[in-house]
C-alpha cells in the first residue's frame, strides 16, 4: 500500500486548523501554489510542488460544504523479474522504486459558528483519490477557537482506506505581528496516533511546526514554513522540511 498523508488538512485548503468561513459572500474560491504539499507534517507530493483550488459555499446559519483538489505524488514500488546470468537458469525478482502521481479530491461539510468569542467546527471530510479508489477515506473532525488559540481532534475507523482507526489531535497559535503590516506568526502541534500502525503503515508520530505569513492585498497571502517530525529521521518524513506557498480567496 502507498503511504499516504493529507493538508490539516484544513478542511478546505493546506493550512490552518479550521474552515475559513466568509463573512462577505456565501459562494467562495481559493487557489494556491507550494513547493512542498506538506500535511500533519509528511510530503504527499514526494518533496515537489503542488498546485491546489477549491469552492466553498457557507449559509449565514453556520452550515458549509466545499471541495478542494490538489495535485499528489506517492512513493510505490513495483516487481520485475529477470534471468540472473547468461549461464544459469534462473531468474531473479528485484523490487524497483517507483512512484504514483495522482489528484487528491476533498469533498466536505459542517457547521462552524462563534458564540461569545468561542468558534466553533464541528465536520466530516471525504478524501478521495480517483486513479487509486482503494485509498479513499473518512474523517470527523471538531474543532474550538479562541483570539489567536485553536485546537482540534479528527478521527476515522478507515485511516488511508486501511480499515483501521486513527485520532489526530493539534493545537496552534497564530499572531499578528506589530513589526509589519500584514505579517503573522503561526506555530502548531499534533498528534497522530494509529491503533494499528501495520495496517496504517505508519508509526504514531509528533509533528510541529512554524509559519510566517505576509497578506499583501488583492495578491493574496506568502508564507514560508518550517516543518518536522518524531518520525525516523532516515525517512524523508523524518527530517525538517522548509517550504513556501501562496494561496488567495476571492468571492465569486
Given at each position: 500500500m502507498m503511504r499516504i498523508a493529507r493538508t490539516c488538512s484544513?478542511?478546505?485548503?493546506?493550512?490552518?486548523?479550521?474552515v475559513a468561513v466568509s463573512a462577505h459572500a456565501d459562494l467562495t474560491a481559493n487557489t494556491g501554489a507550494t513547493s512542498d504539499y506538506v500535511w500533519r507534517g509528511t510530503t504527499q507530493t514526494e518533496s515537489g510542488a503542488a498546485i491546489s483550488g477549491g469552492i466553498d459555499y457557507s449559509?449565514?446559519?453556520g452550515f458549509y460544504v466545499g471541495t478542494w483538489t490538489s495535485n499528489v505524488s506517492f512513493p510505490s514500488s513495483s516487481t520485475a523479474s529477470g534471468a540472473c546470468t547468461a549461464s544459469l537458469n534462473c531468474t531473479a525478482t528485484v523490487t524497483v522504486p517507483s512512484s504514483i502521481k495522482a489528484q487528491e479530491v476533498d469533498l466536505y461539510g459542517g457547521f462552524s459558528k462563534t458564540f461569545k468569542g468561542v468558534g466553533i467546527d464541528l465536520?466530516?471530510?471525504k478524501y478521495l483519490y480517483p486513479q487509486s479508489a482503494g485509498l479513499n477515506w473518512t474523517e470527523f473532525s471538531a474543532g474550538l477557537s479562541y483570539g489567536p488559540f485553536s485546537a482540534a481532534g479528527h478521527f476515522t475507523n478507515d485511516v488511508f482506506g486501511s480499515r483501521t482507526n486513527a485520532q489526530y489531535y493539534e493545537v496552534a497559535v497564530s499572531y499578528p505581528l506589530p513589526l509589519g503590516k500584514g505579517l503573522t506568526v503561526g506555530a502548531h502541534i499534533g498528534r497522530y496516533h494509529f491503533d494499528n500502525p501495520t495496517a496504517a503503515t505508519f508509526d504514531s508520530y509528533t509533528d510541529f511546526n512554524a509559519s510566517l505569513t505576509k497578506s499583501v492585498g488583492n495578491l493574496g497571502d506568502f508564507a514560508?514554513?518550517?516543518?518536522?517530525t518524531t518520525l525516523n529521521s532516515s525517512s524523508v518524513d523524518?527530517?525538517?522540511?522548509?517550504?513556501?506557498?501562496w494561496t488567495k480567496s476571492f468571492d465569486l
Open positions: 484544513t478542511l478546505a485548503a493546506a493550512a490552518g486548523l479550521l449559509h449565514s446559519s465536520g466530516v471530510i514560508i514554513t518550517v516543518s518536522d523524518g527530517k525538517p522540511k522548509l517550504f513556501v506557498n
